[in-house]
């Protein structure tokens, strides 16, 4: 079955700087792949999506890019916040199933 | 605009005893409702999901069930507790007709000792 990989476990980034979370997908059917966000002791929160119609989208500082031939997916969060720092977890689905396949999540440290 | 709650809280309860865990969705007219399972610490598992009242799929066995008994109602249930049932339990929706993104209740922290 589809399976997703998130690459970074931890991702330590100086206050201002970018970060970038990369995920990976076995299924060439999936054509949805939101991120969300976790705060510490919380839920998950939507941040972005995009969907395999597109290669790139933004929404203020996140950027989601989206390369099917490497299938291959990847959030960009610019100029960095302390209140940037969570668990960011990737997910795909093919939109058929009612099913989303999760990364293992990706802690962001936001250094001062 | 739609508000998702998920009760209880938190539970401490012993192995072998019975749980029930609830979720209701208001301001959305018949939602796709999911259950999730995370570890602590660790990635999501999609447990249930429900297009319909009172059609209920199941995406892993993990000696839970669930039940839709009302449009906005998701219940998660289970007559003996195991250990590993220990985590966070999640509820989720998304519009019924073409709406992929999932929006997630605030969850309940179960420890099983």
């Known amino acids: 079955g589809e399976k997703v990989e998130q690459h970074e476990s931890t991702l330590s980034v100086r206050e201002g700087d970018s970060a970038v979370i990369n995920c990976t997908y076995t299924d060439t059917a999936s054509s949805y792949f939101p991120w969300y966000k976790q705060e510490a002791g919380k839920s998950l929160h939507f941040v972005i999506d995009i969907r395999s119609n597109v290669d790139r989208k933004q929404s203020q500082r996140l950027i989601v890019l989206l390369d099917k031939k490497a299938k291959r997916f990847s959030l960009h969060i610019t100029a960095t916040q302390p209140e940037d720092s969570a668990i960011y977890f990737c997910a795909a689905s093919t939109g058929s199933n009612y099913q989303l396949i999760w990364g293992s999540g990706t802690k962001l440290i936001i250094k001062p | 605009a739609q508000t998702i709650h998920q009760w209880p809280v938190a539970e401490i309860k012993a192995v072998g005893s019975p749980l029930s865990l609830g979720c209701t969705i208001k301001?959305?007219?018949?939602?796709?409702l999911y259950w999730y399972w995370q570890a602590t610490g660790g990635t999501l598992q999609q447990l249930f999901y429900s297009i319909t009242v009172g059609q209920v799929e199941s995406v892993v066995q993990l000696n839970l069930s669930a039940s839709r008994p009302k449009d906005d109602q998701f219940i998660l249930s289970t007559e003996k507790l195991l250990l590993s049932h220990s985590g966070f339990y999640l509820c989720?929706?998304?519009?019924?007709?073409?709406?992929?993104?999932?929006?997630f209740g605030p969850g309940t922290r179960l420890t099983v000792l």
């Open positions: 989720a929706w998304s519009p019924r007709l073409g709406g992929l993104e999932q929006y």
């Open positions: 301001g959305k007219s018949s939602p796709n």
